[in-house]
C-alpha cells in the first residue's frame, strides 16, 4: 500500500524537529534535504513558523523560536516528571533514600520532583529550588556530563561565590572525577550529616537532561553499601534514558529495598 501523503501539520512538525535537534544552526537546504521536502515547499512552512514563534531566523540559518524554548522550560519539565515519576519511586524504594530529579539551567540545576521516604522525613527535600554545582551532587554530576565548551556558567557561579577552581579541592578536580567515574559524591558539603549520589541521564553526548540523586544520612553512603547503590542509580539513569528515547515504557519496582541505615535529624542537600 503506498505511503499516505504527509500532511501540513506533519511537515511543520518535521521542521521544528529537524531544527531543533541540529547539532549547528542549519540552512534552508539543509532543512529541505533532511524531512524530504522540495525547498520551495520547506521554505513556505518555515515562514509560517516563524512568524507563530516556533522557529527564529538569524540571517540564512534556523533555530529553536520562543514558543519552542517556553515549552522546554514549563510544558517539557512537566512531561519530564510524569515519565520519571515511576523510576524515582522505584528506586527510592530499591534503595531506601530520598531521590530527586534535577535539570540543568543556566548556571545551576532545579529540583523538579522528589521522593522522600518516611525515615527521611527530617532532610529538606529542595524542591523547586536551584542548587549550584559546588555545593551538591546533582548539578556536578550534570556539569560533568555537559562538553567542556558549555561548563563557563557553572564554573563562573562557583568562582562568584569564593569556591576555588583549581587545586585538589576545586572544583575543576570534582568535576573531573565525576566525568571519570560517571558519579557526583557529596559527603556533608552542604548540611552536616547528610550526603548525596548523583548521575546524569544522558541521550545525547554532552547534552545531559536531567540528573538522579540519592540523598541520606552519611552512614547510607558507606564505603560497603556505595557500590550497590552506584549500581541502582546505573539502572535507574539508565532506564530513564531509555524511556526519553522512546525505547522503552516505565517500568515499577520489584526488588525489596535494601536495610536502611539509623537516620537522625537533620537538613540537608540534593
Not at 522528589?114 to 556539569?143: K, T
Not at 583549581?166 to 560517571?182: K, M, S, W, Y
Not at 557529596?186 to 540523598?215: D, F, H, I, K
Request: a negative charge.
Amino acid at each position: 500500500m503506498p505511503e499516505a501523503p504527509r500532511s501540513a501539520v506533519d511537515k511543520a512538525l518535521d521542521l521544528v524537529e529537524a531544527v531543533a535537534r541540529a547539532s549547528q544552526p542549519p540552512r534552508l537546504t539543509d532543512l529541505a534535504e533532511e524531512v524530504g521536502l522540495h525547498r520551495a515547499t520547506a521554505y513556505r512552512v518555515l515562514v509560517d513558523l516563524v512568524r507563530r514563534g516556533w522557529v527564529l531566523r538569524a540571517g540564512d540559518r534556523y533555530l529553536p523560536g520562543t514558543a519552542v524554548l517556553q515549552l522546554s522550560s514549563s510544558a517539557a519539565r512537566n512531561s519530564l516528571g510524569a515519565l520519571a515519576g515511576p523510576v524515582l519511586a522505584a528506586l527510592s524504594e530499591r534503595t531506601g533514600l530520598m531521590v530527586n530529579l534535577q535539570v540543568p539551567e543556566v548556571d545551576r540545576s532545579r529540583v523538579i520532583d522528589v521522593v522522600r521516604p518516611d525515615r527521611l522525613a527530617m532532610i529538606s527535600s529542595l524542591n523547586g529550588q536551584a542548587l549550584p554545582v559546588h555545593r551538591f551532587a546533582g548539578p556536578l554530576a550534570l556539569v560533568a556530563a555537559l562538553a567542556p565548551a558549555e561548563r563557563g556558567p557553572y564554573l563562573r557561579a562557583a568562582e562568584e561565590s569564593g569556591h576555588p577552581l583549581d587545586g585538589p579541592e576545586g572544583l575543576l578536580a570534582d568535576i573531573a572525577e565525576a566525568e571519570r567515574t560517571g558519579f557526583a559524591v557529596e559527603y556533608g558539603r552542604n548540611e552536616q550529616p547528610v550526603a548525596s549520589l548523583a548521575r546524569a541521564v544522558v541521550t545525547r553526548p554532552g547534552a545531559p537532561v536531567c540528573a538522579l540523586t540519592l540523598v541520606g544520612l552519611g552512614p547510607d553512603f558507606d564505603e560497603a553499601r556505595l557500590p550497590g547503590l552506584r549500581e541502582r542509580l546505573r539502572e535507574a539513569t539508565d532506564e530513564l534514558a531509555r524511556i526519553l528515547s522512546g525505547t522503552e515504557a516505565p517500568e515499577q519496582a520489584s526488588t525489596p529495598p535494601e536495610p536502611p541505615s539509623p537516620s537522625t535529624p537533620t537538613e540537608g542537600p540534593a
